[in-house]
């Protein structure tokens, strides 16, 4: 089983125990959306281009404007 393969088995598995706990439907493709974006923010703030980007605590990524002159 590829590293890929395991990492959507245990989201699956966290997706479906939430399932039942509330009665609802799992909700594997939210788990993995988020999961997707918040892997892409981490490698985002560990590169050389970190300091180009403006995070916001609602999770909203912006380009920086660096060197921008309001006018």
């Not at 970190?50 to 921008?68: I, K, N, S």
């Amino acid at each position: 089983m590829s590293v890929g393969d395991e990492m959507f088995r245990r989201i699956q598995s966290t997706a479906r125990s939430a399932a039942a706990k509330t009665g609802r439907s799992a909700p594997t493709q939210e788990y993995l959306t988020r999961h997707t974006l918040e892997s892409f923010l981490d490698r985002l703030t560990r590169t050389t281009h970190a300091e180009d980007f403006v995070f916001y605590a609602d999770g909203w990524v912006m380009p920086g404007l660096v060197g921008a002159v309001a006018g």
